[in-house]
């Protein structure tokens, strides 16, 4: 089982930067996919962004293409997400999660974290 905790969120000024991190602990018997999520109030969670175990495939919703970078260091088990230029629409609560696919569908994720507040706004 694994346990992960999100750190990195605060209230910025748009076209600001963040970095969001994903610590993960624990065990499991295969290498991991880790999702990022994001729900903002009255919505229903969103897919951010996923990166593969060993990072060869990434995969980002089309708002954030461009503008957020999702890397990796299993060495010591952590995961990032760079947001840059951000926009009061990246306003949310983001969660990593893990799972066996860059999948863009919350289902296919097992774990996750208890989330982060990003806040943008002037």
């Known amino acids: 089982q694994l346990q992960l905790v999100e750190s990195g969120g605060g209230l910025v000024q748009p076209g600001a930067s963040l970095r969001l991190s994903c610590a993960a602990s624990?065990?499991?018997?295969?290498?991991?996919?880790v999702g990022w999520f994001r729900q903002a109030p009255g919505k229903e969670r969103e897919f951010v962004a996923a990166?593969?175990?060993?990072?060869?495939?990434?995969n980002y919703a089309d708002s954030v293409k461009g503008r957020f970078t999702v890397s990796r260091n299993n060495a010591n088990n952590m995961v990032y997400l760079q947001m840059n230029s951000l926009k009061p629409d990246d306003t949310a609560v983001y969660y990593c999660a893990v799972g066996s696919y860059t999948s863009v569908s919350a289902r296919t994720y097992r774990y996750w974290g208890q989330g982060t507040q990003v806040t943008v706004s002037s």
């Open positions: 990166i593969s175990y060993d990072s060869w495939t990434t």
């Open positions: 624990g065990r499991t018997s295969r290498p991991y996919s």
